[in-house]
């Protein structure tokens, strides 16, 4: 039986270049889903808790720009991260350039606190 | 969302809340319930994320800590949303809190005054309900029942 891709006049190079255009479209499809993939990604983001867990303990601030909220809680979900540093004015200075933030701090937290 | 849950293994009540800037970005904090503040209060650099200038204070006031007694700049802050409540145009001080204070700011009286507050240290949850009448008042009494 005739695949979907080989051509129905049963002649030898037809089919021929009909295979070759499968495998050129499989091609295309495959990189097609990859780059799709990836701007998916890069849309999405990573999970919040994965990347302060990846920061933990470099006593910084990490600025991270909110990409995905819970559409219930409305808590923020996924991010990117646009800066890690122990200065707390280059951090408010990098979250300028996000339209949703949050700041974190990664370091040691105080065993007692009295404000 | 008048009951919040807190993590009371930090022996601190830290709670969630959204500041938004001028142009309407929002800013996700954790802020501590402090009710010993006098005001509300955030962090030098969370209030620079909302596009404030505090370089550019021109009112100051002094407050008393713990630690000794110190001048600090107040900023209005467009919009603070918390425990379900909006506070629009709030002056707010710029705080120099220490990193290691597992928060963006403190929420003081100003913001606390407004709500019905109940806290159950063990189980870890706050029920806050502002005063907005009978129906508020009531459902704050049912939650408090539920938070026992």
Redesign the interface.
């Known amino acids: 039986m005739a695949s979907f891709w080989s051509c129905p006049c049963k002649v030898q190079h037809c089919q021929k270049t009909a295979e070759r255009g499968k495998a050129q479209r499989d091609v295309l499809l495959v990189l097609y889903l990859r780059i799709g993939g990836e701007k998916r990604m890069e849309r999405q983001g990573e999970p919040i808790e994965q990347i302060l867990e990846r920061y933990k303990g470099q006593n910084a601030f990490v600025v991270i720009e909110v990409l995905s909220v819970d559409p219930k809680t409305q808590k923020p979900l996924t991010g990117r991260v646009l800066a890690v540093t122990p200065d707390e004015t280059e951090a408010g200075m990098a979250a300028r350039k996000a339209k949703h933030f949050l700041i974190r701090w990664v370091g040691e937290i105080a065993e007692v606190v009295i404000v | 969302m008048p009951t919040i849950p807190f993590d009371a293994r930090r022996?601190?009540i830290i709670v969630?809340a959204?500041a938004f800037a001028l142009d309407g970005?929002?800013?996700?904090?954790?802020v501590?319930v402090?009710t010993?503040?006098v005001k509300t209060g955030f962090?030098?650099?969370?209030?620079?994320?909302?596009?404030i200038d505090?370089d550019a204070a021109t009112e100051f006031l002094r407050v008393s800590?713990?630690?000794g007694s110190l001048e600090v700049p107040i900023f209005n802050l467009p919009q603070l949303r918390v425990f379900g409540a909006i506070f629009t145009n709030l002056s707010v001080l710029c705080?120099p809190?220490?990193?290691?204070?597992?928060a963006?700011g403190?929420l003081g009286f100003d913001v606390l005054s407004k709500f019905r507050l109940f806290v159950n240290y063990r189980r870890g949850i706050v029920v806050a309900e502002p005063f907005n009448g009978i129906w508020h008042g009531m459902r704050f009494v049912w939650q408090a029942i539920w938070a026992l």
Do not use: N
């Not at chain 2, 962090?43 to 596009?51: V, Y």
């Not at chain 2, 809190?97 to 597992?102: A, G, K, Q, S």
């Open positions: 022996r601190v969630e959204v970005r929002p800013a996700d904090l954790t501590l402090d010993g503040a962090r030098r650099s969370t209030l620079i994320g909302l596009g505090v800590t713990a630690s705080l809190l220490p990193p290691t204070v597992p963006d403190v």
